[in-house]
């Protein structure tokens, strides 16, 4: 079915569907009716005529314009017209098809990496580096938002529930088409040496039936994203630097006026495929929001590989047994916070549509509850995903602390936890700022949630101890930084004492995943530091940790961020 879609004018992001029959649009239309008062009562008509709509100006007093130029006689409209009624700009999209081939042999002709007829170029406006262990979307705060978390959640779904890297890939890519407004999508899979790469699945819509027409990529476009490990935004590349070099603006020239969505599915160091989204620019353009969102599925799918290619092996190691224990007791923690951020969606859009502001903040909190999950879950089990080399540098320590206690701040306001820090004064020291964050987010956290609901207290403390030289019957001790938590919950169990570090051991049953404190002694243990518990029944628990003031491991001492 034929829709409009108004991208400018006081009835900005309005979609109005056509029936198959003539169609009146102006002010006072009992089918297509604007709010924009340049507009005529009966400004213009489309109605379809043999397969295609003719659009014809009804004398209106400023006149119809298709594509910048003014109507003075019936015109058959193409997909990706742009009428322009008033001041309001609309976008005509025609009935179109959507065309589905999958597998090598079926799609090698359709697609082209070097285009051959100068039309254009494409530059990028917007990369998101795909391989950082950060990649997560924003709160979802409007609409589109909660529009995407829900495409993470059927990516996320689909991820167990394929047995084969094919039919996966097959799954997330119909995903996208159907979520996202896409002209043409081309899936290429990398070859096992990393030497190159081959369409693999390939969707396209298209109004008519007839020659179906080649699908084409610019090579430069994705040697960028191989070399750089970016999924980029791409619109006009003629004068992008990056994009300079021999063979480049051939490549590039050739490609039209589209906006392209380039994106790797990545998984550790490994570039297993390349998503090619594209749209006439016309229809749509992307955003950098749409980007993020490629971004953060292409990595999804692209551990999802590295787990069933895993699995596939079958290779009967310790390596193999513990990734299988992982993905079985992970899965039913991972459901229940995509069913709370499901659940959390549903209520903002409800929220949204009554215009509730309360709803909307009920349906916000829990979204934030279970995004803080989220993050926390996908840090812990990147910690244990790959040998983590630490990033030393020297830092302030307390300055870490202050962050990680403004984020827990909220948690503690909900059940009514007093967050008391002591933080003394000590130098910088080497440390890796981001597994420290990590180390005390898991620490602090699990603290509050130790505590009473009312009457809960958690003291935070940092203290310098200078260093020991060695004596003749004393072998000395070096300088550190301490930090304590100590929260007055009710305390840790004797039997549970000694197992607290252990991965997927947790206290607080389905509430746990049992790698926060796990992961957090593999992060100190890589500082070359030491993490105890001290804890009684009935009295509250303490972790301290223990920081060397000096490392041997600091690459750079130019990399030192003083006080303040």
Request: contains cysteine.
């Amino acid at each position: 079915m034929p829709t409009l879609h108004v991208l400018q004018g006081p009835d900005k992001g309005r979609i109005y569907e056509t029936p198959n029959e003539p169609v009146i649009i102006g002010r006072t239309s009992d089918q297509i009716q604007l709010s924009d008062h340049s507009a005529s009562r009966r400004h213009v008509e489309i109605k379809p005529s043999n397969g295609t709509w003719i659009l014809t100006d009804l004398n209106s007093s400023n006149g119809t314009y298709v594509n910048g130029q003014r109507v003075v006689r019936p015109t058959e409209l193409k997909h990706g017209d742009q009428i322009k009624v008033g001041s309001t700009l609309l976008v005509f999209t025609g009935q179109e098809h959507a065309e589905l081939f999958s597998g090598v042999q079926t799609i090698r002709d359709q697609v082209d990496l070097e285009l051959s007829n100068p039309s254009g170029g494409s530059s990028i406006l917007s990369a998101i580096d795909a391989s950082a262990e950060s990649v997560i979307l924003q709160a979802p705060e409007t609409a589109d938002a909660v529009a995407a978390w829900n495409v993470v959640y059927k990516v996320a779904e689909s991820l167990g529930a394929f047995e084969s890297v094919d039919a996966l890939l097959e799954r997330v890519t119909d995903i996208l088409f159907d979520h996202l407004i896409v002209d043409r999508l081309v899936l290429l899979v990398n070859s096992p040496d990393d030497r190159q790469l081959t369409p693999q699945v390939v969707r396209f819509r298209r109004r008519d039936r007839g020659r179906r027409p080649k699908i084409v990529t610019s090579q430069t476009i994705i040697d960028h994203v191989l070399k750089t490990r970016e999924g980029v935004l791409c619109a006009n590349a003629m004068t992008d630097d990056r994009f300079q070099g021999e063979n480049s603006q051939d490549s590039i020239h050739r490609l039209g006026l589209r906006s392209i969505l380039c994106v790797p599915i990545l998984a550790r160091d490994r570039i297993h495929g390349i998503f090619h989204l594209d749209s006439s620019m016309s229809h749509h353009t992307y955003t950098p929001e749409q980007l993020r969102l490629v971004v953060a599925i292409g990595r999804l799918a692209g551990l999802a590989i590295e787990n069933l290619q895993l699995m596939q092996s079958r290779v009967e190691t310790e390596r193999l047994a513990a990734a299988g224990e992982t993905v079985a007791y992970l899965s039913h923690h991972i459901r229940n916070i995509l069913q709370g951020m499901q659940g959390g969606a549903d209520v903002v859009e409800l929220g949204i549509k009554r215009k509730a502001f309360d709803t909307l903040q009920s349906g916000w909190t829990l979204m934030r509850r279970n995004l803080d999950r989220i993050y926390l879950l996908t840090l812990n089990m990147l910690t244990f995903s790959k040998d983590r080399q630490p990033r030393i540098e020297n830092a302030q320590l307390n300055a870490t602390i202050e962050d990680v206690i403004a984020l827990a701040q909220t948690r503690a306001d909900e059940k009514g936890v007093m967050i008391l820090p002591e933080l003394d004064e000590i130098p910088a020291i080497p440390i890796d700022p981001d597994g420290i964050h990590q180390v005390v987010h898991n620490i602090l956290l699990n603290a509050i949630e130790a505590t009473p609901n009312e009457g809960g207290r958690v003291n935070v403390t940092t203290t310098y101890e200078p260093g020991v030289p060695p004596g003749p019957q004393d072998s000395g001790r070096p300088a550190q930084v301490v930090l304590s938590i100590r929260d007055n919950g009710s305390g840790i169990a004797p039997e549970d004492r000694d197992r607290i570090f252990e991965v997927f051991h947790s206290s607080k049953g389905h509430g746990g995943t049992g790698l926060g404190l796990a992961a957090a002694k593999k992060i100190i243990s890589e500082l070359n530091g030491t993490i105890e518990v001290d804890s009684a029944v009935g009295e509250g628990t303490t972790f301290r940790v223990c920081l060397p003031a000096t490392h041997v491991r600091l690459d750079d001492s130019d990399k030192t961020h003083g006080p303040g």
